[in-house]
T-cell receptor
C-alpha cells in the first residue's frame, strides 16, 4: 500500500469494554511496531514483530494488552477490560528491517478514549 | 538499561539556527535516528546516523559521536512550519534489534 493505515481513527469506549485496533503496514515491510502516546508525551514502545520471530512484548503495560500479526502483514492490538488510563493515541509503524536503518513509517494513529 | 535525554523545549526565531541535543546510554548501540512530529500528526523520519559525523539533508543536519554517546539535530533557516516535536531514537542490538525513542523536544519557532 501507499502507507501505513490504522483503523479506527477514533474510538470511544466505556471502561471495562474490550477494544481492537487494526494496523495495515506497508506491503513488504517485515517489521511492525505498536506505540502508545499520551497527550504531549513521547512514544511508549508496546510490542514489536519481526518476520516470523517471536514478538518482543517487553513494552506491554499489563496482561490486558495483547497483539497479533496474521500472515506477516495486518496486526491487531487488543486491550481487554479497558481503563481510563488506557486513553491515548495508539500508533503503528512498519519498517523494512533489512534496510539496516530501521526507518519507521508511522500510521495516523487511533485515538482511544475510555470513559 | 537504555535511556535517552533530550531537552523538553527549545524556542528560536524564524531564520535562525537551532540545535537539539540527544545523549544516550545503551548497550549494543547501532545507530541514532531523528523523527519530527507536528501536533496531531504522526512521526516522520528525518535522518539516521550509523557512523560518527554529520549527515546533511537540506536544511536539516544530524551529527553523531559514538565515543561521547551524543548526537544532535541541527535545523537551519528556521521556518514557522518547523514548529513541532523532535524525537531522537536509538537503535540497539540486545539479543535482538530494538528502537527506543526519547521523550521528545518541543520546538517553538517565533516570528
Amino acid at each position: 500500500g501507499a502507507g501505513v493505515s490504522q483503523s479506527p481513527s477514533n474510538k470511544v469506549t466505556e471502561k471495562g469494554k474490550d477494544v481492537e485496533l487494526r494496523c495495515d503496514p506497508i506491503s513488504g515491510h517485515t517489521a511492525l511496531y505498536w506505540y502508545r502516546q499520551s497527550l504531549g508525551q513521547g512514544l511508549e514502545f508496546l510490542i514489536y514483530f519481526q518476520g516470523n520471530s517471536a514478538p518482543d512484548k517487553s513494552g506491554l503495560p499489563s496482561d490486558r494488552f495483547s497483539a497479533e500479526r496474521t500472515g506477516g502483514s495486518v496486526s491487531t492490538l487488543t486491550i481487554q477490560r479497558t481503563q481510563q488510563e488506557d486513553s491515548a493515541v495508539y500508533l503503528c509503524a512498519s519498517s523494512d528491517w533489512g534496510a539496516g536503518t530501521d526507518t519507521q513509517y508511522f500510521g495516523p494513529g487511533t485515538r482511544l478514549t475510555v470513559l | 538499561g537504555q535511556s535517552l535525554e533530550q531537552p523538553s523545549e527549545v524556542t528560536a526565531v524564524e531564520g535562525a539556527i537551532v540545535q537539539i541535543n540527544c545523549t544516550y546510554q545503551t548497550s549494543g548501540f547501532y545507530g541514532l535516528s531523528w523523527y519530527q512530529q507536528h501536533d496531531g500528526g504522526a512521526p516522520t523520519f528525518l535522518s539516521y546516523n550509523g557512523l560518527d559525523g554529520l549527515e546533511e539533508t537540506g536544511r536539516f543536519s544530524s551529527f553523531l559521536s559514538r565515543s561521547d554517546s551524543y548526537g544532535y539535530l541541527l535545523l537551519q533557516e528556521l521556518q514557522m512550519k518547523d514548529s513541532a516535536s523532535y524525537f531522537c531514537a536509538v537503535r540497539a542490538f540486545t539479543g535482538g534489534f530494538k528502537t527506543i525513542f526519547g521523550a521528545g523536544t518541543r520546538l517553538f519557532v517565533k516570528a
